[in-house]
């Protein structure tokens, strides 16, 4: 059996160097519902379906080119779909 979508999609977030953690925003909004939990910080419908991802990142490279890093990584995985990044904080290299 493959891993659902958003499960895919944090995995490959979660692998870039500059992504601290992923966030669900501030209501805890952005995130996908699967059976028995949720993926936080990541809304992902399903095959062809735009996809969300919240992040706070580890503050060094140019913001930008980090986000769109993070939504070629995202389409990897999700095919040619849209992809919305919200940072939704910066934390200093080596905070934990």
Same mark, same amino acid.
Request: charged letters at 25%; a negative charge; hydrophobic letters at 45%.
């Given at each position: 059996?493959?891993?659902?979508?958003?499960?895919?999609?944090?995995?490959?977030v979660?692998?870039?160097?500059? =992504?601290?953690?992923?966030?669900?925003?501030?209501?805890?909004?952005?995130?996908?519902?699967?059976?028995?939990?949720? =993926?936080?910080?990541?809304?992902?419908?399903?095959?062809?379906?735009?996809?969300?991802?919240?992040?706070?990142?580890?503050?060094?490279?140019?913001?930008?080119?980090?986000?769109?890093?993070?939504?070629?990584?995202?389409?990897?995985?999700?095919?040619?779909?849209?992809?919305?990044?919200?940072v939704?904080?910066?934390?200093?290299?080596?905070?934990?």
């Amino acid at each position: 059996m493959t891993a659902p979508l958003a499960d895919t999609v944090a995995e490959a977030v979660l692998a870039h160097p500059a =992504v601290h953690r992923l966030d669900p925003g501030p209501f805890g909004a952005l995130a996908s519902y699967l059976p028995g939990r949720r =993926v936080e910080g990541v809304r992902a419908a399903g095959p062809g379906e735009p996809v969300e991802i919240g992040v706070v990142l580890k503050l060094g490279g140019p913001v930008p080119e980090v986000v769109a890093d993070l939504r070629a990584r995202v389409r990897e995985v999700a095919g040619d779909v849209p992809v919305d990044v919200t940072v939704t904080d910066v934390v200093l290299a080596g905070d934990d």
